[in-house]
């Protein structure tokens, strides 16, 4: 087999991350129109100003989900909104998609018409073109990959790098409530797989589940600071967590920052939830995973234009880098933050 | 499990063409930048009078390409000429790429090392530049995703429509090479797997060995047609071989076509080896496909362009749609052309 070389490193030695970083260190672009490359939620691409964002993400069942509880067609709307979520990330409108999947025989016509439903319904919602694609077999289970165009102007682009000390932090919607909604999913699969004539529990915690199977993306936060004139200093989507995600800025920016831990935006039903699994709710917030909420940095010059934004939470401040990362307990305690995202390699 | 619906149509009732239209049909784009968008090599985008081209293609172990006989480092060039091929099949110049990768932790770091400088290699050969992708864990095998972005101004985008009766069917390269050396590789895998200790019989057949392993995209053709300042009316690469991407320009255009059976383009290695493969050498160059040649129609006032173009053939002429379809052999003999492409969902 070609993969047998005499020095074998593990890829989990190096995570996920950890893997695309070391095969793209030292890359250098050549073209004049690619303005950012490998490292941001998305690729920007110029066109005589106007800048095309390009973002892609491969989906493997069993990997990312689990066929037992996700319906095809939730499955096939989110699929897209994750694409979504990192063109918005960039600050950009989404505009484009292609979509290809590889599946193994078990998979009927009917169960791609359903998945396909999914992609029309987010298509639809988000006004986005589904342009190309590939289908292909798989010898195991159902592979998705999403690419997503979006465009933007120079002016407006955000990327994970530009937060500067004394940034505000902030983010939108409420954080942790798709990881709660992911744990009920998973119990209730494991009582059926003990007990297949069990009836699921779902508690009637329609906000938890929906969150976890039919996630949206930002736009109408682009939208809104648009119309506000506001550019935030650097931009990143919750989908590893927000302790994660906020580590990508803030390494970029050659930041520290100061996370206050009671404006981190926790539902009640989210908070409530935590406990019954004895989960820290705040540890769920930090660390959940798959929100698809924007998180970005504001100069305080622009506070006045963010205030009255009603789904726009401030939860921090940046500092200078050698100030690290820490959460501000309500006792006013310091905790150093560990980036501990959602990780796929494991 | 959401995929058993009450009725099941198995997807090889459509295959992979059929399945994909079956899913797209009657889809409606709105954005006013989709030119072009799910059914032909890639889709097109507007900026502005600058276009962009998009393709994408989705790649699964033990479906297109089996590491048995593949080496890492020639799949990750592959993987990225058959995108930067279908750029070239829009007649537009590709630029950029992403790169996903799911893989199985049988790979190693350094396994993906030689991966990616393969596709490394090719950027450098194309100067096309690597701006993004995902890495991500699989459950079996390696699972590769491309997608390709390309640019061509408005008037210079050639469709898979617009042959017109009279136009001249073009070719670049030579056929059936490619299919040939992939019978050579599968013939020696399978005397290995029955006799471990058996060294493989490549036959020095290097070239046939070559246009499997280490296909190239015909951007020299693109800038070829441009200098001559020669406007294919239709195009498309040749991925499931001649008869089966022919029939897609003539189903788009509504036309017919005679292909010249001494005109179509075979190396001799290849005549060879398909003898004493017992196959005929032009159902192989029909039917081979992956040779990621050039095949586009063009007007015949243009045929003082093309003439001396050393790496272009003529091998038809199109016709009307109710004349069909046919291969006139060397006798005059006409022969029905069926289109038995090279299909994955089998």
Known sequence: MSENTPKRTDVNELG?????????????????????????DGAILDHDGLLTVVSTDLLVEGIHF???????KHLGYKSVIVNLSDICA???????????????????????EEFYKGVYAACNEYGVDLVGGDTTSSTKGLIISV????????????????AKKGDIICVTGDLGAA???LQILEREKQLYVDNPDIKPDL?????????????EARTDIINELRKADLIPTSMIDVSDGLASDLKHILTQSKVGANLEEVH????????????????????TALSGGEDYELLFTIDPKDFEKIKFMADVKIIGEITDEKDGYNLISSQGNIHPVTAQGWKHLQ
């Open 66 to 72: 689990d066929l037992m509880y996700v319906p095809l």
């Open 264 to 283: 981190i935006p926790i539902r009640q039903e989210a908070e409530l939830m935590a406990i019954k699994f004895k989960l820290d709710p705040v540890t």
């Open 179 to 181: 990881y709660l909604g």
């Open 16 to 40: 996920e991350f950890g893997l695309i970083e070391h095969l793209t260190k030292g890359y250098k672009t050549v073209q004049k129109s690619t303005l950012t490359g490998v490292g941001d």
């Open 147 to 162: 690419t997503a165009l979006g465009v933007v102007d120079a002016e407006h682009v955000s990327y994970r790098y530009g």
């Open 203 to 215: 508690e009637e915690q329609d906000y938890l589940i929906r969150r976890q199977l039919k996630p």
């Open 90 to 112: 960039m600050n950009a409108i989404p505009k484009q998609i292609t979509m290809s999947i590889a599946l193994s025989n078990r998979f009927s016509v009917e169960a791609m």
